[in-house]
């Protein structure tokens, strides 16, 4: 580099520190090839990369746009063959632990306030061990409570319940009251107090999360399963009472997402524990038959006083092998800053940034069941957690489904059932040397 | 110095041996020899260790996988003895008809041009305990005020799978059966009415031997399909409810593709194949024993 083009450099570098933001010309010259999540939903956000072109002078080549699943295989193919010239790449908190060491901790290129204006509990979702390996963007998830606001003004539901239990009836706030309160209502085949995904992942998440919130844990420090306990056997009771009391359709071990949503969408179930993205299908008349009669609450707490929040979350990752690391790292904090939150929370989604749910939840006080939904939902995000950060996670939920269904339906107790499950379970991390 | 000069034969089949081996041998070969390693999908350097017989040891060891042997064979056994005899009937009837009966063939092939996912998810919907078509009509006729759990209970599970196999492919049977009244010489049957045989005598001695051939050969195809039973079971239940409905194909497919461990799948996958195989020896040799009845055995 000859000495007057130095000069340059070192005098721009000079300038930049005394603005304090990145200059024009920062990264000049230098181009980011980067692998995103495809999708229209997406597209808005990626318009801005052009504005971040132009403010530092660096390029940007997307060479892969997929959904996470394609995004994954694609990854881990590129892992095998060694093909990593690539520095930044689409992340969810939910694929994330599969491959610990192919993106790098963000943290050294950031500071510490850029990363405090995140939700903690994203950040903490965002990390495998210490390493911050990506920044959440606005596109996040948790269940909260949504339920049918008439069965609660009932005036002879009011009545019956203080009669039966001594206590006002109102949304649950504990998983206890959830399930007495779904067998009150429950008045099948017509009506149902509530139901449940019933089988692979899906399943294993809510029974997660329920394991959380009764105070224990899926798996012990060294990934050896730590769900056969008595949190354990406490959670799978909550589902096999609910069944045995017919307070959920009989085929809801066979339910998933889309069978759930519809389901509530149909009017014959009170309670329903759901993601954000169904809130306005639930409340549109021309999709549900549940439109103006919805109330969103946040999750109810198990026993031990935790609520649950299996959540996941998108973001933005930079490779170890990138030979431009801050640039990568500035094009990430970029795409997930205030403004680029702002912009995609506008299209329904939920915000990472405490300042920008404060944000959100401002823009919908004109619309009532708005305001309640991200109310609930900005609750909700504060007690998420990611689910288990393993590889060996969806392998697990392959051997634990089986046995909740078969707990579930009376094939075995739940004792059997989750002795059976955790013996798979420690049997399958063996054989994968996790231990 | 002579020149090595392979033999005419060898090089007139040589471009059929290089295509069977492409397209068949060589990945028979790789998946028998993945069968002895720990091959994980997610993670290519497992191809290299070689573990032995242990993933054979392990699937004959595992309650699972005979739970699920044993259920394909009940379903291969139900599944092809019904529809036989539904098939059967239905090509007698369709062989009395004089005025339409192509029209009647035609209509008959309907179901086997419908592909099995799109027969798996008719047959969930109306199977299904809520909205379903069969729930609603039962609840509707008044002969039951319950939502039956059809995808639920294990047994009305494989019954409703069992209906879906049966609707898919009875048409089968009943196509070449009716190739093989087609087949069936009048002149017997005209004697045998003049010597005073009933209706039931003259199908049981005379037109039942003809047509056992194409049951055989009827049967050989379907016992095939349905060990290898898996888009109509996948849709329906996926195995599930609590393996209640698992078929070997339903279990070697989530364990091979969703567990990304190819090497355990593939093991299980040899094993199973014994079954097909045992199948096609059995009802092939019925099929030349029929034939040599007629005094066709070649």
């Known amino acids: ?435 | 110095m002579s020149r090595f000069r392979p033999p005419v034969w060898f090089v007139l089949l040589l471009p059929a041996i290089i295509i069977l081996a492409a397209v068949v041998l060589i990945p028979l070969i790789l998946s028998f020899y993945s069968s002895f390693t720990p091959y994980k999908l997610t993670r290519p350097d497992t191809l290299y260790k070689w573990i032995g017989t242990f993933n054979y040891e392990k699937a004959i060891k595992s309650t699972h996988f005979w739970a699920a042997f044993g259920r394909t064979v009940l379903l291969l056994t139900i599944a092809l003895n019904l529809e036989m005899l539904m098939g059967l009937g239905l090509a007698l009837l369709v062989n009395k008809v004089t005025y339409g009966q192509r029209a009647l063939r035609t209509i008959m092939m309907f179901p086997m041009m419908f592909s099995p996912v799109l027969v798996g998810f008719q047959f969930k919907f109306i199977f299904n305990d809520n909205v379903g078509l069969v729930n609603n009509a039962l609840q509707s006729l008044g002969l039951t005020d319950k939502a039956i759990p059809w995808l639920v209970d294990g047994q009305l599970a494989f019954i409703a799978i069992l209906t879906a196999e049966m609707w898919s492919a009875t048409s089968v049977f009943a196509i070449l059966i009716l190739a093989g009244l087609f087949a069936v010489p009048r002149d017997p049957i005209e004697a045998a009415k003049v010597d005073g045989c009933t209706p039931w005598q003259s199908f049981r001695h005379i037109t039942l031997p003809y047509i056992m051939p194409f049951i055989y050969i009827a049967l050989a195809i379907r016992s095939l399909d349905v060990a290898r039973a898996y888009d109509i079971v996948q849709i329906m239940t996926n195995g599930g409810p609590a393996r209640r409905t698992e078929l070997l194909w339903t279990l070697i497919g989530r364990t091979g593709y969703i567990d990304a461990k190819m090497g355990y799948a593939n093991a299980m996958g040899y094993i199973s194949i014994f079954l097909a195989i045992f199948f096609t020896v059995y009802f092939f040799r019925k099929l030349n024993a029929a034939r040599s009845e007629l005094g066709m055995a070649g």
Not at chain 1, 298 to 326: I, N
Request: charged residues 20%.
């Open chain 1, 1 to 435: 580099m000859g000495k007057q083009k130095l000069k340059v450099l070192l005098g721009a570098t000079a300038l930049a520190a005394m603005a304090g933001q990145a200059p024009a010309g920062e990264f000049d010259g230098i181009t980011l090839q980067a692998k995103l999540i495809g999708g229209q939903q997406y597209e808005g956000l990626y318009a801005r990369i052009a504005e971040w072109e132009a403010e530092t002078g660096a390029k940007v080549d997307v060479i892969s746009k997929k959904n996470h699943f394609e995004l994954d295989k694609e990854f881990k193919s590129d892992l095998a063959a060694g093909t990593l010239g690539w520095c930044v790449g689409s992340n969810h908190s939910s694929f994330a632990a599969q491959y610990p060491n192919l993106y790098t901790d963000l943290t050294p290129y950031l500071s510490a306030e850029d990363i405090a204006a995140f939700v903690p509990a994203n950040i903490s979702a965002s990390k495998i061990g210490d390493a911050l390996v990506m920044l959440p963007r606005a596109q996040f998830d948790v269940s909260v409570l949504y339920y049918l606001k008439a069965v609660y003004e009932d005036e002879g539901n009011k009545t019956a319940y203080k009669e039966k239990t001594g206590r006002d009836l109102a949304p649950p706030d504990t998983w206890e009251e959830f399930k007495e309160q779904a067998i009150f209502f429950a008045d099948p085949p017509n009506f149902y107090g509530t139901q449940y995904a019933g089988k692979d992942e899906a399943i294993v998440g809510r029974f997660y999360e329920l394991v959380v919130a009764e105070g224990g844990a899926l798996f012990n420090e060294d990934w050896s399963p730590a769900f056969n306990s008595d949190a354990g056997k406490r959670a799978l009771q909550w589902f096999v009472d609910l069944y045995d009391a017919g307070a959920v359709p009989p085929g809801t071990t066979s339910y998933l997402w889309d069978d759930l949503g519809q389901g509530f969408a149909s009017g014959t179930i009170a309670l329903n524990l759901d993601w954000p993205g169904w809130a306005g299908f639930f409340n549109d008349p021309d999709s549900s038959k549940a439109a103006g009669n919805v109330g969103v609450k946040v999750q109810p707490a198990g026993s031990s006083g935790k609520r649950t929040g299996w959540s996941g979350h998108h973001g933005f990752s930079v490779t170890e092998s990138c030979e431009h690391k801050e640039a990568a790292a500035s094009l990430v904090a970029w795409l997930t800053n205030e403004d680029s939150q702002k912009l995609e929370s506008a299209g329904g989604s939920l915000p990472t940034r405490s300042a920008v749910w404060e944000h959100v939840l401002q823009e919908a006080q004109s619309d009532p069941f708005r305001a309640e939904a991200i109310a609930a939902f900005q609750a909700g995000a504060e007690h998420a957690f990611p689910a288990p950060q393993t590889p060996e996670w969806i392998e697990a939920t392959n051997l634990i489904y089986p046995e909740l269904q078969a707990a579930i339906l009376g094939d075995k107790t739940v004792d059997e059932a989750l002795a059976d499950a955790a013996e798979a379970v420690d049997e399958m991390m063996q054989e994968n040397g996790v231990y």
